[in-house]
């Protein structure tokens, strides 16, 4: 026998186990709530029971705890399940697992349709996102959540964001990725931002430079950590 | 400068100075018919990939159905694609179920699931009357404007739009190039012309440019209006046995290499012949030729020419023939420049230069065709002779009317000049560029070796 410390063998993940009513408990989102987005999205099925009560997997009960967040933090219920979805897809169920902790990322934005493709790419990659539509906002919600990423429009309120940029610097060692229309790289970098990309970009390497420079920035808190 | 994507038809690349302007909209307009659909469809298939996919989305006026069944009727239609690279929606359901702001939504749903690089709405006119009002479709057209626009994405919109809307409807101004293709209409020939009317961001070829829509797509044809490129040739200085010794003579030891030379004269006179002689001297110095005939087909001038001993299998000459019904100028102009450019010929007979006046829809055209391609041939040092069919049998009033005689660097007359008992034949030579000639009038025979001129009139 190999079980260290007299552990049980752990419950396979895909087994059903909770009822609707225990998913509702622990997700604190109503039955009805559960039941309408399987009937109309049918994303995630629960089994029945022989007397054909809805049984939740473990699976199943974090992919509608990530449903659950998404539309917490503003998702409409059909985008979250399409989020979920293509994630499945992709065979990234569930959750990241970054030891708990999601990266967050704030988007300080002028262009609402900019912010909305930005917002969806970022979450279909696992990450938080919050949006701030003006620099003011932006400023404050940087204090306040502590990203681990900032990303900058430097057109933001009347093109303020190189202020902006200079701001966040003075207060803060996030990363910060600068984007503009405009070929603003030198004075990008100049006001403290840690990479610029010229618009329009694709949405890949918007994604790529986000995890390029997260990967830094992990890599420093370590170091910090460490030291 | 704008970056640019290709079209997927050079030359249609070459009037757009480069291509579709890269992450813009472009505006693709015309009637049914002038291949709107097959331009954007040959765009999207030259450009889409698994990574950078292209979106295809019919509305209301052409269900997507017949864009399929029609599309893979064309060589470059790659069904494989389809589902891949290239994805096919209808904005039509939505549209009628959700009006405008339903395609907004949809819109941006295909863009985050697919990340396209290039989309098309087919037809973007017909969207037009699901706005309540103006105010409306303007929002909706500065609302997908702008989702279009954050995003690296080239937009290519199609509509049945006519002249008179370019003014007045909004989505004029939107757009970052706009493409029209229709038709010029000379007498009962209608032929395809297509024009650029706006492009931000760059330089572009102005003016009509013909097109053909064949099944590899639309083939264009851009106006050669230019002597070509523009830095300084030189030209040899060797003079070019015109095939007659005589002639030679009188040219003052041959043509300038690169020279055209029009040959005109009434029917049956020996024009023809005397081109004959021209490539085929060329083709035993060496000298590749090519004979572009609208007259005899292969049949009967390879008859023709094996009555002086020649033969255009063991001579090295090729033959470019066409039929004179039907032709358009253009692109036999385009056929012509190719071959020379592929085969490397130094030597061209073109018989003959009336049959391509009468192809082409108006004279200036013509003129610039011609000027063109002389320019050009001249560049490369290739020769050029011209036959020219004029309709006096005896004596000649006019030749400038026709519109030729000043283009080329050598203008040969043949004429009858009848006797008491029987026709002669007279040659003059009436111009050379840049050398001498005897201006005198010589008589001359057709004879088993061809032209035979006889000695000077006293």
């Given at each position: 026998?190999?079980?260290?410390?007299?552990?049980?063998?752990?419950?396979?993940?895909?087994?059903?186990?909770?009822?609707?009513?225990?998913?509702?408990?622990?997700?604190?989102?109503?039955?009805?709530?559960?039941?309408?987005?399987?009937?109309?999205?049918?994303?995630?099925?629960?089994?029945?029971?022989?007397?054909?009560?809805?049984?939740?997997?473990?699976?199943?009960?974090?992919?509608?705890?990530?449903?659950?967040?998404?539309?917490?933090?503003?998702?409409?219920?059909?985008?979250?399940?399409?989020?979920?979805?293509?994630?499945?897809?992709?065979?990234?169920?569930?959750?990241?697992?970054?030891?708990?902790?999601?990266?967050?990322?704030?988007?300080?934005?002028?262009?609402?349709?900019?912010?909305?493709?930005?917002?969806?790419?970022?979450?279909?990659?696992?990450?938080?996102?919050?949006?701030?539509?003006?620099?003011?906002?932006?400023?404050?919600?940087?204090?306040?959540?502590?990203?681990?990423?900032?990303?900058?429009?430097?057109?933001?309120?009347?093109?303020?964001?190189?202020?902006?940029?200079?701001?966040?610097?003075?207060?803060?060692?996030?990363?910060?990725?600068?984007?503009?229309?405009?070929?603003?790289?030198?004075?990008?970098?100049?006001?403290?931002?840690?990479?610029?990309?010229?618009?329009?970009?694709?949405p890949?390497?918007?994604?790529?430079?986000?995890?390029d420079?997260?990967g830094?920035?992990?890599?420093?808190?370590?170091?910090?950590?460490?030291? | 400068?704008?970056?640019?994507?290709?079209?997927?038809?050079?030359?249609?690349?070459?009037?757009?100075?480069?291509?579709?302007?890269?992450?813009?909209?472009?505006?693709v307009?015309?009637?049914?018919?002038?291949?709107?659909?097959?331009?954007?469809?040959?765009c999207?298939?030259?450009?889409?990939?698994?990574?950078?996919?292209?979106?295809?989305?019919?509305?209301?006026?052409?269900?997507?159905?017949?864009?399929?069944?029609y599309?893979?009727?064309?060589?470059?239609?790659?069904?494989?694609?389809?589902?891949?690279?290239?994805?096919?929606?209808?904005?039509?359901?939505?549209?009628?179920?959700?009006?405008l702001?339903?395609?907004?939504?949809?819109?941006?749903?295909?863009?985050r699931?697919?990340?396209?690089?290039?989309?098309?709405i087919?037809?973007?006119?017909?969207?037009?009357?699901?706005?309540?009002?103006?105010?409306?479709?303007?929002?909706f057209?500065?609302?997908?404007?702008?989702?279009?626009?954050?995003?690296?994405?080239?937009?290519?919109?199609?509509?049945?739009?006519?002249?008179?809307?370019?003014?007045?409807?909004?989505?004029?101004?939107?757009?970052?190039?706009?493409?029209?293709?229709?038709?010029?209409?000379?007498?009962?020939?209608?032929?395809?012309?297509l024009?650029?009317?706006?492009?931000?961001?760059?330089?572009?070829?102005?003016?009509?440019?013909?097109?053909?829509?064949?099944?590899?797509?639309?083939?264009?044809?851009?106006?050669l209006?230019?002597?070509?490129?523009?830095?300084p040739?030189?030209?040899?200085?060797?003079?070019?046995?015109?095939?007659?010794?005589?002639?030679?003579?009188?040219?003052?030891?041959?043509?300038?290499?690169?020279?055209?030379?029009?040959?005109?004269?009434?029917?049956?006179?020996?024009?023809?012949?005397?081109?004959?002689?021209?490539?085929?001297?060329?083709?035993?110095?060496?000298?590749?030729?090519?004979?572009?005939?609208?007259?005899?087909?292969p049949?009967?001038?390879?008859?023709?020419?094996?009555?002086?001993?020649?033969?255009?299998?063991?001579?090295?000459?090729?033959?470019?023939?066409?039929?004179?019904?039907?032709?358009?100028?253009?692109?036999?102009?385009?056929?012509?420049?190719?071959?020379?450019?592929?085969?490397?010929?130094?030597?061209?007979?073109i018989?003959?230069?009336?049959?391509?006046?009468?192809a082409?829809?108006?004279?200036?055209?013509?003129?610039?065709?011609?000027?063109s391609?002389?320019?050009?041939?001249?560049?490369?040092?290739?020769?050029?002779?011209?036959?020219?069919?004029?309709?006096?049998?005896?004596?000649?009033?006019?030749?400038?009317?026709?519109?030729?005689?000043?283009?080329?660097?050598?203008?040969?007359?043949?004429?009858?000049?009848?006797?008491?008992?029987?026709?002669?034949?007279?040659?003059?030579?009436?111009?050379?560029?840049?050398?001498?000639?005897?201006?005198?009038?010589?008589?001359?025979?057709?004879?088993?070796?061809?032209?035979?001129?006889?000695?000077?009139?006293?």
């Amino acid at each position: 026998m190999n079980c260290k410390g007299g552990t049980i063998a752990p419950m396979s993940s895909g087994r059903p186990v909770y009822s609707i009513g225990a998913v509702a408990e622990i997700l604190s989102v109503p039955a009805a709530t559960l039941r309408t987005w399987q009937e109309r999205y049918g994303v995630v099925e629960p089994e029945r029971s022989p007397a054909g009560h809805r049984l939740y997997s473990r699976d199943q009960l974090e992919n509608l705890r990530f449903l659950a967040d998404q539309v917490a933090g503003g998702l409409s219920p059909g985008d979250a399940h399409r989020l979920l979805g293509e994630r499945l897809a992709r065979g990234t169920a569930g959750p990241e697992d970054r030891d708990g902790d999601t990266p967050l990322i704030l988007l300080a934005e002028r262009d609402p349709h900019a912010a909305d493709f930005a917002e969806y790419f970022l979450r279909t990659e696992g990450y938080e996102v919050v949006v701030a539509m003006d620099a003011d906002a932006a400023l404050v919600k940087a204090g306040e959540l502590t990203p681990d990423l900032i990303k900058v429009d430097l057109l933001i309120s009347g093109a303020r964001g190189l202020e902006l940029c200079r701001q966040l610097r003075a207060r803060l060692r996030t990363p910060i990725l600068a984007i503009c229309t405009l070929e603003l790289r030198d004075a990008a970098l100049d006001a403290g931002a840690s990479a610029f990309l010229q618009r329009p970009v694709e949405p890949l390497h918007l994604v790529s430079a986000v995890k390029d420079l997260l990967g830094r920035s992990a890599f420093i808190r370590r170091g910090v950590a460490s030291s | 400068m704008i970056d640019r994507l290709t079209t997927g038809t050079s030359r249609l690349d070459v009037v757009l100075g480069g291509g579709l302007p890269l992450n813009a909209i472009s505006l693709v307009i015309g009637l049914p018919g002038s291949g709107k659909t097959v331009l954007a469809e040959q765009c999207v298939f030259s450009n889409a990939s698994r990574e950078r996919p292209a979106l295809y989305l019919s509305t209301v006026s052409e269900p997507l159905e017949k864009i399929l069944r029609y599309g893979q009727t064309l060589s470059f239609f790659d069904p494989a694609a389809v589902g891949a690279s290239v994805f096919y929606d209808d904005l039509g359901i939505v549209v009628g179920d959700k009006g405008l702001p339903g395609v907004l939504e949809h819109a941006r749903d295909l863009i985050r699931g697919h990340r396209p690089s290039i989309i098309v709405i087919d037809s973007f006119k017909a969207l037009r009357p699901y706005a309540p009002d103006a105010g409306e479709y303007r929002r909706f057209l500065h609302d997908l404007a702008g989702m279009l626009g954050v995003l690296p994405i080239t937009s290519v919109w199609i509509g049945e739009y006519e002249d008179e809307e370019i003014a007045a409807a909004p989505e004029f101004a939107v757009a970052d190039a706009i493409i029209a293709m229709g038709s010029n209409q000379a007498a009962e020939r209608a032929s395809r012309a297509l024009r650029v009317l706006k492009l931000r961001g760059g330089g572009f070829l102005s003016g009509k440019h013909s097109y053909r829509i064949s099944a590899d797509g639309i083939v264009v044809f851009p106006r050669l209006a230019d002597p070509g490129e523009a830095e300084p040739y030189t030209l040899g200085d060797c003079r070019t046995s015109s095939g007659v010794q005589a002639i030679d003579d009188m040219l003052g030891d041959g043509y300038w290499p690169g020279a055209s030379t029009l040959v005109a004269g009434p029917t049956g006179i020996g024009k023809t012949l005397m081109g004959l002689h021209f490539v085929f001297e060329g083709a035993r110095r060496g000298e590749r030729g090519l004979i572009a005939t609208l007259q005899e087909n292969p049949t009967q001038l390879e008859r023709i020419a094996r009555g002086f001993g020649w033969s255009f299998a063991q001579d090295e000459v090729a033959l470019m023939y066409r039929s004179p019904v039907d032709l358009y100028l253009d692109e036999w102009v385009y056929d012509l420049l190719d071959t020379v450019e592929e085969t490397g010929v130094r030597r061209v007979l073109i018989d003959s230069l009336g049959d391509l006046r009468n192809a082409s829809a108006d004279l200036t055209r013509f003129r610039e065709y011609t000027y063109s391609l002389l320019q050009r041939c001249s560049r490369r040092g290739v020769s050029i002779m011209m036959t020219y069919e004029v309709s006096e049998l005896f004596g000649l009033t006019q030749l400038t009317e026709h519109g030729a005689s000043h283009l080329p660097d050598n203008l040969v007359l043949l004429q009858y000049r009848p006797s008491q008992t029987s026709v002669n034949r007279t040659l003059t030579v009436l111009k050379t560029r840049a050398g001498y000639h005897d201006p005198g009038v010589r008589e001359f025979a057709i004879t088993a070796d061809g032209i035979t001129l006889a000695e000077p009139m006293a």
